[in-house]
């Protein structure tokens, strides 16, 4: 009776010892992967951070580009002006010349 006690005794301290090292295995592959999880997460918010600075310039540019197409017009409208006057400047000298004949 001792005997089987001693075998039963020692069937559990085995299985006892086998659970720690399971259960060391399975906290070691938890720690794992929390840290693996924490630097995804860090990686993310830096992502993240990235992309809220890319917005910002992005909304910079197209601020920029609606200038520029505003100064667009005012050239093409200058232009447009520009060759009215030179226009008008060709015909007064035209005119000069005539009266001046």
């Known amino acids: 009776s001792s005997t089987v006690q001693e075998m039963l005794l020692a069937e559990a301290r085995a299985e006892i010892g086998r659970l720690r090292t399971e259960n060391f295995q399975c906290k070691r592959l938890a ?46 409208e200058l232009q447009q002006a520009q060759q009215t006057l030179q226009q008008e400047h060709e015909l007064s000298l035209r005119a000069r010349r005539i009266l001046q004949e």
């Open 31 to 76: 720690d794992e992967r929390l840290g693996a999880l924490q630097r995804l997460s860090r990686e993310r918010d830096q992502l993240l951070a990235q992309c809220h600075q890319q917005q910002g310039l992005l909304a910079a540019c197209q601020a920029q580009i609606q200038q520029l197409q505003g100064v667009e017009v005012q050239l093409a």
